[in-house]
């Protein structure tokens, strides 16, 4: 997906106070009010009360988000409905979205007043994402896709069960309501999907039957004869890819057992955040854990950081890590409100080495990233945010900082009320009939379920990987006592060849060094050494402490070859290797992630690398929702960049590139990039 600068609404006020769109030049509702026509056309058109009722889960797509009226209105029928669906999932699209000023400014009918104020106050930065709401402890979700509807239409992954379509005009905005919008509106309907909308244009309504829809007219309101309803009635349905399907979500019908329990193979952060992100849709788990604490190998150290990144064209890795970096603001901020755990989301500082302040400036110009993201900062903005001498540029991540990943991963465990069990060594997985047992060393079942989950660091068993992710082994430095009176300390993180954080429970934590394949345990004084130089980089210090003085720790972390994490179901060549009794099940496709065969019921998170606390916080939110058949909260390129089967997918079209090379006799390699290849 090719990302374009979110350009804020331009909204006037018309004499009786209805707000107009200067760009469009039209209403964003009806002069008779914007709670009368949701409540109209879209709660009643799509029937919701009657349709969610006793459901586990229900999910509205959106196209027009505007000022958030509909949303607002069907968040206050769930609210009074004492017969509502458990979760609420609402996705909705929006090019022009308004800042959060102008939401906030708008005027609104007295009911919605509180849920006004609650949406302003998890209002995100403008910037081309998928971003994640979560209201009423979970029981509302709201992702808000800012772009265009039809670059993001085909990158959404979800099973739709009512359609809003409130563009402005057709007239005005034809690009809303182009065929080819319903045809992919089609790809995401569940059966007996609903639509409803204010326009009766015949061009809509042609549209919609073309795609599969089922179209009548109704009454309409606010001065308007008609409006149109529809319901997915398709004479004949695409198969969903393997990565969509039913058996490789585990569960993904609307209805989920509620003693199906997952099991989550490791208590690190990925392990503990998936225990959490399951409960907060519904679905227990047990966790097993080797060691003898929770989060006491690679999440062990004593503070992590968690920011975004600003690459030049904006590729998967720069908005996968952006995504992720929002999942970990919003989890880390709730784990200190909930929890109290050492952690801040009071922003970072990332030192800027290979371009000046005025490349910075163009770059955040021409990708349109907005200051509540990232600004570029001189050297003596930077030194005053720092309460430390910086030497040069730096980028500003208002919404990064720092967390404690064991407290982090406590936090997340204690919120899933997950079954643990420390001590609890899994060597290998067996496949029988519709289940999968975990076994110990000697074989023994120790648990068995539909549902399993590695989140073991390398996600191998027995000794065996099917990634292409390595070992690497990191150590921190630590200053206490006198040796942290002898220097400036900063207020917030900072990061560069290296990074230190703001003092915590009485030392300054720094690093940090690494090496790959390297199992040495102990602190080494080369590495203190090494630290301590990044450390003068990073402080601006004359002379540095003596490196013998130094505490610290030894770490180890696993990356992938391609420094993206490994998330979702595990494809099922892999799953044979990892698993006795396992079958292997043919692929219609080998050449894109999605449509490589799965395994039915296994899933992965494993190589979260050096940003552990960000990709546990995403990962953990795509998972759950694979395994519960949810919305997922990413757009499909970028699934395809962290899935499993990538490395398949990839090694597949090597192998045809050499073929093809090898029947017409050239032993050049193709010219420009293999298609569809993960990367930034």
Request: aromatic residues 6%; contains cysteine.
């Amino acid at each position: 997906m090719k990302t374009t600068p979110i350009v804020a609404a331009s909204i006037v006020s018309d004499g009786d106070g209805t707000p107009r769109s200067t760009r469009y030049d039209d209403i964003y509702h009806p002069r008779s009010g914007a709670l009368a026509q949701a409540r109209h056309v879209f709660l009643d058109g799509d029937a919701l009360a009657a349709r969610w009722r006793g459901r586990n889960r229900f999910v509205v797509l959106e196209t027009g988000f505007g000022l958030g009226n509909n949303f607002l209105a069907t968040w206050a029928a769930w609210r009074a409905d004492p017969r509502r669906c458990r979760q609420l999932h609402f996705v909705s699209i929006e090019e022009s979205p308004p800042s959060q000023a102008t939401l906030a400014s708008l005027e609104r009918e007295r009911v919605l007043a509180p849920l006004v104020d609650e949406l302003v106050g998890n209002w995100p930065p403008l910037t081309c994402n998928l971003h994640r709401i979560v209201l009423e402890s979970g029981g509302v979700e709201l992702l808000l896709a800012f772009g265009a509807v039809a670059a993001w239409l085909p990158q959404l992954v979800a099973e739709v069960d009512a359609f809003f379509l409130d563009g402005f005009a057709p007239a005005r905005n034809p690009e809303m309501w182009d065929a080819r919008l319903f045809k992919a509106m089609a790809r995401l309907a569940s059966p007996g999907a609903t639509v409803a909308t204010w326009s009766a244009a015949r061009t809509v309504r042609d549209g919609l039957r073309s795609a599969g829809f089922d179209v009548a007219k109704a009454p309409g309101s606010g001065g308007k004869r008609d409006i149109t309803r529809a319901r997915f009635a398709p004479e004949f349905t695409a198969r969903p890819s393997p990565r969509r399907s039913r058996p490789a979500m585990a569960r993904a019908a609307h209805e989920v057992a509620a003693a199906e329990r997952v099991i989550i193979v490791g208590a690190g952060l990925a392990g503990c955040a998936l225990a959490s992100a399951l409960a907060e849709r519904g679905m227990p788990s047990l966790v097993l854990e080797q060691s003898a604490t929770v989060a006491g190998e690679a999440s062990g150290n004593p503070a992590g950081l968690f920011h975004a990144v600003v690459h030049g064209d904006d590729g998967r890795h720069a908005r996968f890590h952006r995504s992720a970096a929002f999942a970990a603001a919003a989890a880390v901020g709730t784990a200190i409100e909930r929890n109290g755990i050492g952690a801040s989301v009071g922003g970072l500082l990332r030192l800027e080495t290979r371009l000046g302040l005025a490349q910075m400036m163009a770059l955040l110009d021409s990708q349109g990233l907005p200051a509540d993201f990232v600004e570029a900062l001189d050297a003596a903005a930077a030194s005053r945010l720092a309460g430390v001498r910086i030497t040069g540029p730096a980028w500003h991540y208002p919404r990064g900082g720092w967390a404690d990943p064991r407290a982090l991963a406590r936090s997340w465990l204690a919120d899933a009320s997950a079954e643990l069990r420390l001590g609890c060594a899994v060597a290998s997985l067996r496949r029988v009939d519709d289940a999968w047992q975990v076994c110990d060393v000697s074989g023994a079942t120790i648990a068995s379920g539909a549902t399993v989950a590695l989140c073991n660091g390398s996600g191998s068993l027995h000794g065996i990987s099917p990634w292409p992710i390595r070992r690497q082994r990191g150590q921190l430095g630590a200053l206490v006592a006198d040796d942290i009176a002898q220097v400036a300390l900063p207020r917030l993180p900072i990061a560069g060849a290296g990074y230190v954080l703001p003092p915590i429970d009485g030392a300054l934590w720094f690093g940090a060094s690494s090496a790959w394949n390297d199992d040495e345990p102990c602190l080494r004084r080369e590495d203190h050494e090494r630290n301590l130089d990044r450390l003068g980089e990073l402080l601006g210090l004359a002379a540095p402490p003596e490196a013998a003085r130094l505490e610290g720790r030894v770490g180890f972390r696993w990356t992938s070859d391609d420094r993206l994490p490994v998330i979702g179901a595990v494809p099922a060549d892999l799953a044979a290797v990892l698993a006795e009794g396992c079958p292997r099940t043919p692929s219609p496709r080998s050449d894109q992630p999605r449509f490589i065969a799965r395994a039915s019921g296994l899933f992965v998170i494993a190589g979260l690398g050096s940003r552990g606390i960000a990709s546990a916080a995403l990962g953990s939110q795509l998972l759950a929702a694979a395994i519960t058949g949810a919305p997922l909260p990413a757009e499909a390129d970028l699934l395809d960049a962290v899935d499993p089967a990538r490395f398949l997918s990839r090694d597949f079209r090597r192998g045809e590139a050499a073929r093809q090379r090898a029947s017409t006799g050239s032993g050049q390699p193709p010219v420009g990039p293999i298609a569809g290849s993960a990367g930034a």
